[in-house]
């Protein structure tokens, strides 16, 4: 007779689903991310770059709520800064690599193919790590979304804040966020727009 897995409790496969979905971050957890979120706001204040939070943490951000563990936080630049962030992450003992882990110079961050970069550091309090992606700019002065999509620049500066241990993080604007999460179609970025389209 085959298992009734919505009647077998927290070992069930339902049970093992909800039971994650449901789980609160211990207060641990939730400082971890908060240390970890103010570093990489330091990282960027220090190296005089704009940047905004993206992703996963950019939602959780949103009603300052941290829903799930991050194992990365995730940002954007523009493409103008590209130089002047391998330039400063180098000089603070960054390591810089590609999406596969494979270390990157200079040059290779420079070139027109190279979309993101990770960024990782080992510290006395703990690894420091993030990915940066780059956001291209048009002639007009306006930011890429896609190759046919593009924004008015002027749409970051209205970019909602975070408040996190008495810091202001700036995350990517919520429509922009909604749009990516729509181009990738998975069914978390469909839940995250869910989420997203509730906050606003």
């Known amino acids: 007779m085959p298992t009734d897995y919505r009647t077998e409790g927290l070992g069930s496969i339902e049970g093992i689903i909800f039971g994650r979905f449901n789980r609160e971050l211990t207060p641990e ?7 970890k979120l103010v570093a990489v706001a330091d990282f960027f204040e220090k190296a005089g770059i704009d940047f905004f939070v993206v992703g996963g943490t950019g ?16 940002v954007i630049i523009f493409w103008s800064d590209k ?49 940066v992606i780059f956001r291209k700019e048009t002639a007009s002065g306006d930011v890429e979304l896609t190759r046919r999509v593009s924004v008015k620049k002027d749409t970051y500066q209205q970019a909602p804040h975070a408040l996190v241990d008495g810091r202001k993080i700036p995350i990517q604007p919520p429509e922009e966020m909604m ?12 839940l995250d727009n869910k989420k997203i389209w509730e906050i606003l």
């Open 29 to 35: 957890q939730k400082n971890s991310l908060n240390t």
């Open 59 to 74: 939602v959780d951000l949103l009603d300052n709520d941290w829903s799930v563990e991050h194992k990365d936080i995730d």
């Open 83 to 131: 130089s002047k962030l391998f330039d400063f992450a180098v000089g603070e003992g960054y390591t810089v690599t590609d999406p596969d882990g494979k270390n990157i110079g200079r040059d290779e961050v420079l070139k027109n193919k190279t979309h993101n970069a990770f960024l990782s550091k080992t510290t006395p309090s703990g690894a420091i790590q993030f990915e």
């Open 179 to 190: 749009f990516h999460k729509l181009q990738e179609g998975r069914r978390k970025d469909l």
